[in-house]
């Protein structure tokens, strides 16, 4: 793991809290959609909170997606899940909902769970089915022709 | 009426994001590390590859669905409710889902983290 892509699984977690929030907010402003309304869900990307929340997951795709490019499914979902922690502390100071214990025991969990799955190796499954744990930078640039 | 919507939507966006999940991983492992890639035989043959491969767009409208299917939740109940639904047990079904289609090696130490952070998205949410 280089610095580069330690700060794409960054952007990766901080895309995804910022826009999650965005989303919920400029729901909250729509209201209840009913399933006969349901073509009204298709009008909620006009709405400048979903909007802007909308551009925050695509820099979460993109990010998304490069990451994928040379780890693991497995290895970059739970990588990026502090996003979820982020997710709390948005609420706790621009919200200012209070964090209770049983959150911070959730945040403590989460926590572990990326510092365990972040000690293991990045890449078990190539395209050519091989092992390449051990030369992660080389991934993906044996097979150009 | 809303536990049935909020619930249909929780499930609605967990097998379209699996879906969608498993399909990019599998679009991009094939494409390999964008960025040595890129500098290799330049970004436009990165992008070309990425884009002139079907399965890409099949995940997008599956990642779609899942996000389309988020609004309609978040639209009948609150996000802290959803959003940790839906990813927690998205942890799991992705956690399978990949040791099956993508055959990654999801050993010991990968099971311990999906379950450590499917329980505390839970805790978050409560």
Known sequence: MTL???LVLVSVTICAAVGETLLARGMKQIGNISLRHLPSVIFAVTNPWVALGILFLLGFFVTYNTALSWADLTY????TSLSY??????????????ISATRWIGILL????VGFVTQGPALTAGPEGANVDAAPETVGTGNKS | MKVLYTWGAILL??????????????????????HSAARQCGFLTVLRRILGNPLFFVGIVAL???FYALLFGLSWN??????????????VTNAIAAKIFLHERVDRRRWIAALLI???VVLLAV
Not at chain 2, 80 to 91: D, N, Q, R
């Open chain 2, 13 to 34: 966006i967990v097998l379209a994001s699996t879906t969608g999940d498993i399909l990019m991983s599998h679009v991009m492992k094939q494409v390999g590390d964008v």
């Open chain 2, 78 to 91: 609150d996000v802290s409710l959803i959003g940790p639904a839906a990813a927690a047990l998205t942890f």
């Open chain 1, 76 to 79: 970059v979902l739970p990588a």
């Open chain 2, 118 to 120: 499917a329980g505390g």
């Open chain 1, 85 to 98: 922690v982020l997710l709390a502390f948005i609420a706790r100071f621009m919200l200012h909902e209070q």
């Open chain 2, 64 to 66: 779609a669905v899942a």
């Open chain 1, 110 to 113: 989460i926590s572990s769970g």
């Open chain 1, 4 to 6: 580069r892509k330690y």
